[in-house]
């Protein structure tokens, strides 16, 4: 083999990629979501491999929207290949009445619930997705440009909970992050294993296939921007983990679902994750999946800080002083008869 030729992923380095989006049970149960491309179809064969080797078992599932007439077609194609390597695969299908407009964001949370309705309704706790290098660097292009903060350029994380409402698990693992998608073509080559192309990839109006191209004809830019994310992503870590310490100390939960936020001690968060404190609470209560914009959290901090704070609406939420602590309720649940706060963020 050439050496400028990539390399394949091997076993043993995928069961290294594997364990750190760990721990994992003993004899785990998993799932992969699968399309039939080139990244979920090395990711299925490369977990595969590595529960077995553990005395566990993996689904593949595979989402048909309805989108495309191809699609089942591919679903089955998809079913046929893995049923002959003994690798267990469902077909979950899209039945819901098709929006009008938002097409793409209405699929993309659409494939979510159905793989997270799945994954608990077999007790499945482990959901592995094929994003790799090259997905992760578009990821951070697309947030440069629009002015994404550090967080924002951490981009996907290796492991994390579902990004829609609802329960926090199954856990998502994306182990091939560090990996180039050209490595994993070249698995699939030497495993003798096809795989399905979508036409979609190389479609212009898509503003992740114009950043794509741009990428790839700038010789390391991939390798630099998932770089950018790593070196985020362990900063953003350790603020989670300090985050998590003021959380657990100053967040009360009521059996009602509101929480109470003790005065003293959010006064004593340090300005550096005061404003990542106060999104997690309201996107906690709120049930809200994307946070609410930074400059919004930015006042809605420095507002409860004041004296004169008497109260606030803010991403779903409201929130009440009371005596020695804030109560965040979600909006809705809210008697209409409640006096309206003095602000909106």
């Not at 699609?71 to 299908?93: D, N, S």
């Not at 550090?150 to 994380?157: D, I, N, Y």
Request: glycine residues 8%; contains cysteine; hydrophobic residues 45%.
């Amino acid at each position: 083999m050439a050496t400028d030729e990539p390399v394949p992923v091997a076993d043993q380095e995928a069961a290294r990629l594997i364990a750190a989006c760990g721990p994992f049970e003993a004899s785990p149960e998993v799932a992969v979501a699968v399309s039939g491309g080139a990244d979920s179809m090395a990711l299925t064969l490369l977990v595969d491999a590595w529960a077995r080797g553990q005395g566990g078992r993996v689904t593949a599932l595979t989402v048909d929207h309805g989108l495309r007439h191809e699609a089942a077609a591919e679903a089955a194609q998809v079913k046929a290949w893995l049923t002959a390597r003994g690798i267990a695969h469902e077909t979950l299908r899209w039945q819901d009445d098709k929006p009008q407009t938002g097409i793409q964001a209405a699929a993309r949370r659409a494939r979510y619930e159905l793989l997270l309705t799945w994954c608990r309704s077999h007790d499945v706790i482990h959901l592995f997705l094929a994003h790799h290098a090259d997905d992760q660097a578009e990821t951070v292009a697309m947030r440069q440009a629009r002015g994404s903060g550090p967080e924002g350029l951490a981009a996907m994380a290796l492991i994390g909970p579902p990004p829609v409402p609802g329960p926090r698990w199954p856990r998502l693992a994306r182990p091939l992050l560090p990996v180039r998608k050209e490595r994993l073509e070249a698995t699939l080559r030497a495993m003798g294993q096809p795989w399905i192309d979508d036409p979609s990839n190389l479609d212009l109006k898509f503003e992740r296939v114009r950043i794509r191209r741009r990428l790839f004809a700038e010789p390391g830019a991939v390798e630099r921007l998932a770089a950018l994310a790593a070196a985020h992503a362990e900063t953003r870590a350790k603020g989670d983990r300090e985050l998590a310490g003021w959380l657990a100390q100053a967040v009360a939960l009521t059996a009602e679902g509101a929480v109470r936020v003790d005065h003293a001690l959010a006064d004593q968060v340090p300005d550096y994750l005061r404003e990542a404190f106060w999104r997690r609470i309201v996107m906690t209560v709120g049930g809200r999946t994307l946070p609410p914009r930074r400059e919004k959290v930015a006042r809605l901090a420095a507002a409860v800080r004041d004296p004169g704070f008497r109260g606030a609406t803010a991403a779903g939420c409201r929130l009440a002083v009371k005596a020695g602590h804030f109560l965040v309720q979600r909006e809705k649940a809210v008697r209409r008869t409640q006096a309206a706060p003095a602000l909106a963020f």
